[in-house]
C-alpha cells in the first residue's frame, strides 16, 4: 500500500469515536476563530473584488457566502470565504510548517456540509481529519518545502480540503486516494506574493481546489495512487527533502491539530515576539529613541519590509508592527489599514526600530532592546502570546471572536454565534452560517 493510499485508508476508517475531548475542543475553537476572522472581512476590497467576479460568473445556489444570505456553488463559497478567512492574516497556525490549516480547510468543509445538509458530528470530524492530513503532510516536506518559496498554507492546505470534503460525502478509501490526487495537481502557492491580495486568495484557492477533487473522484475521477511519493509526484516535484513516512506516524495517537495556535494580532506570526515586548516596553513611549530586535531567521526573511507601502505589506513588516504596537498600544486590524501604514508619527517611529538575526532564537521568540532617553531595558519574549507555549484561553478567543465580529453583525449575534459554535455537534454548519447572515 503506497503511502497516498495509507493516508486516504486512516482518513476514511477515522469516526467521531476516535476523537478525544481536547481534539473536539480544539476543533470547534479553529471554527470559531475561523468565523470570527472571515466575518471581519466582509468590507475588505480584496472581498469586494472577489465577490463582484463571482457575480459576473453566476452559479448555482448551493451555499452561503459567510455573513450574508447570498448563495453562490459550493466551489464558488469555498474560494470567497477561504479567501476572506485570511485577508486580515488573524486566521490560527500550525507554526511547526507555517500552514494556517483552517482558511483553507473548514471553507470547504463548511460549504460541502451546507449543501449535503450533514450534521454537526460529521463536520467536525471532517475538520480534524482534514487538517490532520494537511497537517501531516506539511510537516513530511517542511522546512524544504517552505524555503523553496512555496506558500504551504496554500499546497498541503488543499489536501484538507479534499479529505475533508470526501469525508463529507462519506467516499470510501479508493476515491479518497483519487482525491488526494486530484489536489495533488492543484496544489500552488508562492511566497513572493506575500503582501499583496494573492496572499489570502490562496487559502481559498486551496478550499476550492478541494472541493472539486472530492467531487470529481465521488464522480469516479481517477488520479495516481501514488500522488504524493510517486517518482514526479508532490513531494519529490515540489521538495528537495521530504520524509514521507511521518505522514503516518503515530496515527490516532498523537493529533497535530492540538499543535494549532491562535493569534492575538493580525499579522505576520513570527511579528508576535516582537509585538508582545514592545507593548511591554510602551509605558514610556514619548522616552523611545530606538528599538533593537534580535530575531529568529525567518523573521527578516518573511517580514522584513523595510518600508511597507499598504496595509497589506504592514502585516510582514517588524518595523510596521513595533512602531504601531509603540505608538497606538495595541495591534489590531486598525493598525493594518493603507492608513496606518502611511501615518507620518508611524513612519518616524519606525525608522528608530533595526533588527538583526539570532541563530539561537525559536519563531515564537524575540529580544527587544530599548534605549530611551535616560536608560534602557531589555525584554525577552520567550514565548509569544498565543503560542502553543502560552496559548490563548477560550475565553481570550471569545473576546476576540466578539471584538471581531460586533462591528460587522452586532454583539447579541455574536454572543449567539458563539454558543452554537461551542455545541456545533448538537446542530450543523447550516445553522451557524444562517445566523451569522443575520442583521442589525
Known amino acids: 500500500m503506497s503511502v497516498t493510499?495509507?493516508?486516504?485508508?486512516?482518513?476514511?476508517?477515522?469516526?467521531?469515536?476516535?476523537?478525544?475531548?481536547?481534539?473536539?475542543?480544539?476543533?470547534?475553537?479553529?471554527?470559531?476563530?475561523?468565523?470570527?476572522?472571515?466575518?471581519?472581512?466582509?468590507?475588505?476590497?480584496?472581498?469586494?473584488?472577489?465577490?463582484?467576479?463571482?457575480?459576473?460568473?453566476?452559479?448555482?445556489?448551493?451555499?452561503?457566502?459567510?455573513?450574508s444570505n447570498d448563495l453562490v456553488s459550493v466551489e464558488q463559497a469555498a474560494l470567497l470565504n477561504g479567501t476572506m478567512s485570511h485577508v486580515h492574516d488573524f486566521d490560527d497556525t500550525h507554526l511547526d510548517t507555517v500552514i494556517h490549516p483552517s482558511s483553507p480547510i473548514i471553507p470547504a468543509i463548511a460549504a460541502m456540509s451546507q449543501w449535503r445538509e450533514v450534521d454537526g458530528k460529521q463536520s467536525i470530524l471532517a475538520v480534524a481529519a482534514g487538517m490532520e492530513a494537511a497537517l501531516r503532510i506539511g510537516?513530511?516536506?517542511?522546512?524544504?518545502?517552505?524555503?523553496?518559496?512555496?506558500?504551504?498554507?496554500?499546497?498541503?492546505?488543499?489536501?484538507?480540503?479534499?479529505?475533508?470534503?470526501?469525508?463529507?460525502?462519506?467516499?470510501?478509501?479508493?476515491?479518497?486516494?483519487?482525491?488526494?490526487?486530484?489536489?495533488?495537481?492543484?496544489?500552488s502557492g508562492l511566497r513572493e506574493f506575500f503582501g499583496t491580495m494573492c496572499k489570502p486568495y490562496l487559502p481559498g484557492h486551496a478550499a476550492s481546489n478541494g472541493v472539486r477533487a472530492a467531487l470529481l473522484a465521488g464522480g469516479g475521477f481517477t488520479s495516481s495512487e501514488q500522488a504524493l511519493e510517486g517518482r514526479r509526484g508532490w513531494a519529490a516535484v515540489l521538495s528537495p527533502k521530504s520524509e514521507l513516512e511521518r505522514i503516518g506516524h503515530k496515527w490516532g495517537e498523537a493529533f497535530e491539530i492540538l499543535r494549532v495556535a491562535f493569534k492575538p494580532y493580525p499579522s505576520g506570526v513570527v511579528t508576535h515576539p516582537i509585538i508582545d515586548a514592545v507593548l511591554q516596553a510602551r509605558e514610556r513611549a514619548d522616552e523611545v529613541e530606538s528599538i533593537h530586535l534580535e530575531v529568529h531567521p525567518l523573521v527578516l526573511e518573511l517580514t522584513g519590509k523595510e518600508e511597507p507601502r499598504t496595509g497589506l505589506e504592514g502585516k510582514f513588516s517588524i518595523y510596521h508592527c513595533a512602531a504601531a504596537a509603540l505608538?497606538?498600544?495595541?495591534?489590531?486590524?486598525?493598525?493594518?489599514?493603507?492608513?496606518?501604514?502611511?501615518?507620518?508619527?508611524?513612519?518616524?517611529?519606525?525608522?528608530?526600530?533595526?533588527?538583526?538575526?539570532?541563530?539561537?532564537?525559536a519563531p515564537e521568540e524575540a529580544i527587544a532592546h530599548?534605549?530611551?532617553?535616560?536608560?534602557?531595558?531589555?525584554?525577552h519574549i520567550r514565548h509569544a502570546r498565543g503560542s502553543v507555549n502560552n496559548p490563548l484561553t477560550d475565553e481570550e478567543l471569545e473576546d476576540k471572536f466578539v471584538n471581531l465580529v460586533t462591528p460587522q453583525k452586532g454583539e447579541k449575534t455574536a454572543k449567539r454565534l458563539l454558543e452554537i459554535g461551542w455545541s456545533l455537534e448538537e446542530h450543523d454548519f447550516s445553522r451557524l452560517l444562517t445566523a451569522a447572515a443575520e442583521e442589525v
Open 370 to 379: 530599548v534605549q530611551c532617553r535616560d536608560t534602557s531595558r531589555t525584554i
Open 327 to 361: 505608538l497606538r498600544g495595541q495591534v489590531g486590524i486598525d493598525e493594518f489599514t493603507d492608513e496606518a501604514v502611511s501615518d507620518p508619527d508611524v513612519i518616524r517611529l519606525r525608522e528608530r526600530v533595526t533588527a538583526e538575526v539570532c541563530d539561537e532564537l
Open 5 to 67: 493510499q495509507k493516508l486516504a485508508k486512516n482518513c476514511a476508517e477515522m469516526t467521531w469515536d476516535d476523537l478525544p475531548f481536547a481534539v473536539v475542543h480544539q476543533t470547534k475553537r479553529c471554527i470559531i476563530d475561523w468565523l470570527g476572522v472571515g466575518l471581519a472581512a466582509r468590507g475588505h476590497k480584496t472581498s469586494q473584488i472577489l465577490r463582484s467576479h463571482l457575480r459576473k460568473m453566476g452559479g448555482n445556489p448551493q451555499a452561503s457566502i459567510l455573513g
Open 139 to 187: 510537516i513530511a516536506v517542511c522546512p524544504a518545502h517552505y524555503d523553496r518559496g512555496w506558500h504551504i498554507t496554500g499546497t498541503a492546505g488543499v489536501f484538507g480540503a479534499a479529505v475533508g470534503s470526501s469525508i463529507i460525502d462519506g467516499l470510501p478509501a479508493e476515491q479518497i486516494t483519487a482525491a488526494i490526487g486530484t489536489a495533488a495537481t492543484q496544489s
